[in-house]
């Protein structure tokens, strides 16, 4: 049976010389799995550059229950990126958004508030004549409220230590390592709050913003199974020095 659903792409496997699998989190099913052919031929029905890690898609799929790996009828980009795909900065935070969406997402079933913010937040991101390079500390920050491990935005002027560990301020260190100081606390709580639309207002030098990201990246390996490293973290890091 044919459905209509959109497309968020997380993962593209070579299964063919000339075939692709494709682990794409769509609004109406989750994450699947779906066998792609001929995207390398140059008439394609689905070339390849529609793959491309968190491109968007509106797809005609068919779903079969209890199926590990789906079959597309149509996908075509929606909306087609302007500028991510040709903006170093930005292609650059997108596969490294890219990379922890999918190790924190791929067990996900459908959950189509979280579909929406990804969507929407990457479509806005895309539409920015400039990249603010808050970006992705922000998306990771919000993306937190909907995995489930939101920090506690409800502080008390005492409260001058974060712990990323349970997830809340504290008004003294915790006796493990994962925690951080008020300057660093400070600076999730604003990029946690402050819609996408006003991060040009937050101003926070490269050696804050560095450790920041490290620090989220400690918050998500400590609230996701299985979380791992990332690998396109010292290339971000590159880009944005």
């Avoid at 149509?74 to 292609?91: G, M």
């Avoid at 922890?100 to 959950?111: A, G, M």
């Avoid at 001058?160 to 606390?185: C, R, V, W």
Wanted: hydrophobic fraction near 40%.
């Amino acid at each position: 049976m044919l459905h209509k659903t959109r497309g968020i792409v997380l993962k593209t496997t070579l299964y063919s010389e000339s075939s692709v699998i494709a682990q794409v989190f769509t609004d109406k099913f989750g994450i699947q799995s779906y066998l792609i052919n001929g995207v390398k031929k140059a008439k394609a029905k689905i070339p390849m550059n529609v793959l491309q890690p968190l491109h968007l898609l509106d797809m005609v799929v068919y779903h079969k229950t209890n199926t590990q790996i789906q079959r597309v009828a149509e996908a075509r980009p929606s909306p087609v990126f302007r500028s991510i795909p040709y903006h170093v900065i930005k292609n650059t935070i997108v596969q490294f958004l890219n990379e922890v969406l999918y190790k924190s997402i791929r067990q996900q079933n459908t959950d189509e508030n979280l579909f929406d913010f990804i969507y929407n937040a990457i479509s806005w991101f895309d539409e920015t004549d400039e990249p603010n390079i808050n970006f992705h500390l922000a998306f990771l920050l919000k993306l937190s409220r909907f995995l489930g491990f939101a920090p506690q935005a409800q502080t008390r002027n005492d409260q001058k230590y974060f712990d990323l560990q349970e997830g809340d301020f504290t008004s003294i260190p915790p006796i493990h390592p994962y925690f951080i100081n008020k300057t660093e606390a400070d600076c999730f709580l604003l990029l946690f709050t402050t819609p996408f639309e006003k991060l040009n207002e937050i101003k926070i030098d490269n050696k804050i913003r560095r450790l920041i990201l490290d620090k989220i990246l400690v918050y998500y390996m400590l609230h996701t199974a299985s979380f791992g490293q990332i690998k396109s973290h010292q290339i971000l890091e590159d880009v944005l020095s």
